[in-house]
């Protein structure tokens, strides 16, 4: 594949889960329930909500922080044995699983991380939330500071956010320049606020030229419910794939196609035009960059 692209398509499950608040090693093993019942063979990406192992439930994180987070050493490795029953059901699938958790970092920091979860039976931290929810999230966890998270699975490269971030079209930018092809966000959208995702999912695809991947969960605490409708974008802005309407534990399955990235980009050159201006504005030449 030209310019770049994958070589392969890359089947991606979106696991619309339910989790239990303070319960890692429960939330594991619903996660690996997910990703064993997922019909379609073939996925190379799971994708969970965020903060799955503990929940999207702050209040109860703040009042058990050591029970509902996992701890990460100074290589960003988390070895805990509360995750045996997902690392298991990912080396088991040859899946690359991609899951919220609160990370208590080894310098003592509380962050709102992705953990990816891979077949080779690893688990280590690929992300931390560089923009967080307001006070709710800021009096709790410490920001991300580094740059945007990157996780390659074959020749593939994934750009990865968490919720809000998504709502800042620099984030998405940056993934691109640096060679995403699709933008995966584990999130925790409010019940009545799933339709901001789509609206933010559709732009960042769009204006990228990359895939977008949403996945939310459904429950959560009763002041604060999530109702599901995870979703995949493609690089032209329309819908690829849905969950079915319901506030049940689902999985939803897409197939990413390089050849799509390839004939958007081949008419839509926004992502193209801005790496030619950058480079114009990096040489310091006043000419015209080369569209």
């Not at 089947?11 to 429960?26: I, M, N, S, Y």
């Not at 699975?153 to 968490?162: E, P």
């Not at 933008?183 to 977008?212: K, Q």
């Amino acid at each position: 594949m030209a310019g770049g692209l994958p070589s392969t398509a890359l089947r991606v499950g979106l696991l619309q889960a339910r989790a239990k608040p303070g319960d890692v090693e429960g939330n594991a093993r619903r996660a690996a329930g997910l990703l064993d019942s997922i019909p379609a063979p073939g996925v190379r990406v799971a994708v969970l909500p965020e903060l799955h192992l503990c929940a999207y439930d702050l209040d109860a994180l703040d009042a058990d922080q050591k029970g509902g987070t996992v701890a990460a050493n100074s290589a960003n490795r988390v070895d805990d044995l509360r995750l045996e029953p997902l690392l298991d059901a990912a080396v088991r699938s040859d899946t690359t699983v991609l899951t919220g958790a609160a990370v208590r970092r080894a310098d003592g920091a509380l962050t709102n991380s992705v953990l990816m979860v891979d077949p080779s039976a690893t688990v280590s931290v690929v992300y931390d939330k560089e923009h967080l929810w307001q006070r709710d999230e800021a009096a709790l966890f410490t920001a991300g500071q580094g740059g945007g998270g990157m996780v390659q699975v074959g020749d593939w490269q994934l750009g990865i956010a968490i919720c809000y971030d998504m709502s800042f079209p620099e984030h998405a930018r940056q993934a691109a320049l640096s060679g995403a092809h699709a933008y995966l966000c584990p999130s925790a959208f409010a019940a009545g606020a799933e339709h901001r995702a789509a609206v933010y999912l559709a732009a960042r695809a769009l204006e990228n030229t990359v895939y977008s991947v949403f996945t939310n969960p459904v429950g959560g605490p009763s002041n604060r419910p999530t109702a599901g409708d995870s979703a995949v974008f493609a690089p032209d802005g329309t819908l690829v794939a849905r969950a079915q309407p319901s506030d049940s534990e689902q999985s939803v399955v897409a197939e990413l196609d390089p050849g799509r990235i390839e004939r958007v980009r081949g008419f839509l050159h926004m992502l193209a035009e801005e790496k030619a201006l950058r480079q114009v504005r990096r040489s310091g030449d006043s000419s015209p960059p080369p569209y």
